[in-house]
């Protein structure tokens, strides 16, 4: 299983710092919504977060205007680029394509939809579909029984990510679990007083 | 009716000058999601968006972390932030309390939701309710059927308005119907290669 650790609600110079600083020791290294909404895509074109071992991800959360967001994204260093599931099928298609042809990876967050449109997505078979439990969502999140649940009513997706409060022990029970492709924690390590420390502890966690 | 013009995919410096130009002809500018996401909030907020007499909307589309989009982006010159019809219930009561707080406006955007989702937001009632067609989407969209149906399934609404290819002759029928409070307008104004006076001909036609 993979590690992707989120970095948010920083300075774009620290963003960048952070980024170099995990390249290599996580998977994937995700720059967050609010540092696509801060500083803007034309900031991160410019910037050097050309990583050399990690793949990066920007949480983009396109919802409309598919062609002109995602041609833009992968403008950047991006590997990976999210979409929302959402949007309409106009725009999953067409995001779902533009990454195709780039031959870079696109990544689903599933949050606040249901059954009948993921359904509606199963044939995108590349991409990654990630559960996401939104940040102001207020009930509990029990990332074993979401992701156990969401393969049992959808085992022809392959790639399953996990996001939502992600800790230690809950990503060893998810690697252990043997279905997700890939789990995601945010300030928990990013926010962490040894980010660098605390990202080794996940990564021999979920081995 | 007001008349809302929307400037998108043009650079930082031609959206300054554009809401400049427009500013009084027209009843709200917007920067639409392209200028957010291509410069970001911090750009945004140092940038001269200071208006006269119109009001300025960003169209943010937040979707999840209301509390930190909307305080970000109510440090801006935004009169009105819009959210995301699609995101969960928890987002949409903080965007909109924020918006409360603040004495500003929220607009939500009701691209691809269902009728249940509206009805869970009408006591949101100072918020306008966005009919929005999304750009990817193939399907014929119309104004004027869209608006009437709306409005009978929902009557309690007060504050529509409707987005999507609106052209002359469409702005012109939807402000004889006499129900929505804002048709918006995009490229065939902020892309005219007269914006001014195709913007009065716009003004004239619904009054």
């Known amino acids: ?22 390249d290599g020791l996580v998977d994937v290294i995700e720059l967050g919504t609010s540092i696509v909404k801060d500083y803007g895509l034309e900031a991160l074109k410019k910037a050097d977060f050309k990583l050399e071992k990690s793949q990066l991800l920007i949480d983009l959360k396109t919802i409309d205007e598919g062609e002109y967001e995602f041609n833009k994204g992968y403008e950047t260093s991006a590997d990976i680029l999210t979409v929302m599931g959402a949007s309409s099928l106009g725009t999953l298609h067409t995001t779902y394509e533009i990454a195709q042809k780039a031959e870079k990876n696109i990544f689903i967050d599933l949050m606040e939809i249901d059954d009948q449109k993921v359904n509606d997505m199963t044939n995108m078979s590349n991409a990654i579909f990630g559960l996401h439990h939104s940040k102001d969502a207020t009930e509990a999140f029990d990332a074993v029984d979401t992701i156990q649940a969401f393969h049992d009513n959808h085992p022809e997706i392959k790639k399953i990510a996990v996001a939502g409060g992600v800790d230690l022990e809950q990503a ?3 690697a ?23 990202a080794k502890k996940f990564m021999e966690a979920i081995q």
Chains 1, 2 share one sequence.
């Open 1 to 22: 299983m993979k590690l992707q650790v989120a970095i948010d609600r920083v300075s774009l110079e620290d963003a960048i710092e952070m980024a170099h600083r995990l």
């Open 172 to 174: 060893r029970k998810i």
């Open 176 to 198: 252990r679990q043997g279905i997700a492709d890939t789990v995601i924690v945010g300030s928990k390590i990013a926010g962490a007083s040894d980010p660098i420390s605390t």
